[in-house]
């Protein structure tokens, strides 16, 4: 069979290495440089090529599920309901379904991305084998926002319910050790020992980790049905009237925030190369869990507006533990609760933190950030080096910096990259029909075209801070990729015949490595 002459291709690894290749030339011109692709072929036979060796092929479609919804589950219920009532209402999960919805848009697209190109990378290499260099950088840039933001946000809310279950019997402790200077303290002791711990975890094995992750999720589903079941016997179906005291904006905006509380279900994405049969696992581990934390999020939300009137819920933190603790009038049922959501929200930290090491090692193999990033350890399997250079930041950004912040910022990271996704879709399929894709967007071209028109909306909802704060992470990342990246590229180190005869050369078989025993 004739090959195309713009299928993509791999060679070696060190092909694309500038030290290794003595013919490559100067770097093109800037804008050829933006527009330059890497093949997805080339991805695959890089996957597990990194300095200090490859990561290890451990995970079934049931780890890749629970990293997902570890990820994911509990952000947005356990830690800002209380800010996000206020702006809608009753209609709080009717937020929740709008946000789960426009995730979904982009959970199908990711789906038949992952299983396209299963590496490590996630929405930074479907972009980079799609739209080039210029965009990849971009949105690795953006996820770099969102998972570390992410994690540090969702640190500090596990901090703030370590505070509510000692508030429960009368130990109080000092807002210096407790919060953030924002918040009247100095640091926020809590948030910066879970990302410690978490970083611990990831550095000693990924495998480790993730049965740690599913333990955890197991607590996580239990305690939040816990809180329902609770919840509904003090259900008060006058609660809901009127339904959108806020009107349709309310909801919106409530939506736009709320939308942090999906973020996560991407990780398993990031997990490509650690996955036994990422082309089969990973769309079924990115859908289940879409489906198990959309449910669960709006079965909570209406039991708790059930439980309590909405205005109840303006400037109330750890909003649960506390409606539990009125219901019950029981402090130790309070301390239950309050142990779960911290157990609950580590694991957010534990897999959100996992996700962000992955992206930077791809980052790190293409040349665009240093090559500490992409070192991993012979001994554990895991980029160890990476691991704890990004703990320490985003441990230090979790003890100085206040929640609300941290969310939004969040969000507008994590809607960006989303939509880059459902455009990597539309590409791929418009000018690349001929790959073999294990999953497909139903309802192609609908779906990721709403999927980036719903992104697009709920970035216009966000506040004017929240664009500058994301415009000046922009601006750094610019400076950083021409101060760093743009000297650095590997693609584009390679001579104009050399990457002409990458991408005309015939794929080959993805190399699968298999698990240690």
Known sequence: ?????????????TTTDPAANPSRGQLPGLGAQLLRRKPISQMAS?????????????????????????????????VILGESVPLAGPAIWISFVIAGLAALLSAVSYAEMAALVPVAGSSYSYSYATMGEGTAWICGWCLVLEYAVSVAAVAVGAGQYVNE??????QVPPDAMSQPPGDGGVVNIPAVAIVVLAMVLLVRGARESAWINTS????????????????????????????????????????????????GFDAASTAGEEARN?????????????????????????????????????GTEAALVQILEELTGQPWIALVFSAGAVLAIASIVLTVLYGQTRILLSMSRDGLVPKV???????????????????????????????????????????????????AVIYLRRNRPDLKRSFRVPLYPITPVLGTLMCSYLMANLGADTWAVFGAWMLVGIAIYFGYGRRNSKVAALSEPDYRELTTMAPRQEPVKAEQP
């Open 373 to 423: 990033f992409g070192h991993v350890s012979p001994r554990t399997g895991t980029p160890a080096a990476g691991t704890l250079i990004v703990g320490t930041a985003v441990a230090l950004t979790a003890g100085l910096v206040p929640l609300g912040a941290l969310a939004d910022a969040t969000s507008i990271g994590t809607l960006f990259a989303f939509a880059l996704v459902n455009i």
């Open 216 to 263: 955890i999720v197991i607590i996580k589903v239990g305690i939040l049905l816990f809180f329902c079941a609770v919840a509904f016997t003090a259900f008060n179906a006058g609660n809901f009237e009127p339904l959108m005291p806020m009107g349709a904006a309310g909801v919106s905006a409530a939506a736009s925030r709320v939308f942090f509380s999906y973020i």
């Open 278 to 314: 990422p082309k089969r696992d990973l769309p079924r581990a990115i859908l289940l869990s879409m489906v198990i934390v959309t449910s669960i999020y709006v079965l909570v939300a209406v039991a708790a507006i059930g439980a309590r009137p909405w205005g109840w819920f303006d």
């Open 46 to 78: 890089e996957a597990g090529s990194g300095e200090g060796g490859g990561l290890v092929r451990s995970f079934g479609v049931l780890h890749l599920t629970m990293i997902s919804v570890g990820a994911t589950l509990g952000t947005g219920i356990l």
């Open 165 to 170: 279950a000692l508030a429960a019997f009368g």
């Open 1 to 13: 069979m004739t090959v195309p002459v713009t299928t993509e291709t791999t060679t070696e690894s």
